[in-house]
């Protein structure tokens, strides 16, 4: 499966609590050219902070 196909799944599939999260990434990012490593990356980032 290509990088693309993985980052769309990912994103498709993330808690509701993430959807600002998704608008932000895909607005701002090429998703085509995003790699897994990067999103994921991405969104550790975000969970940390809408965590304290």
């Keep these: 499966m290509s990088e693309e196909k993985l980052v769309a799944k990912i994103l498709r599939s993330l808690p509701k609590r993430f959807d600002m999260k998704v608008t932000v990434?895909?607005?701002a990012n090429d998703i085509s050219e995003m790699k897994v490593d990067e999103l994921i990356g991405s969104l550790?980032?975000?969970e940390v902070a809408i965590n304290d």
């Design 44 to 46: 550790k980032t975000f």
């Design 25 to 27: 990434v895909e607005e």
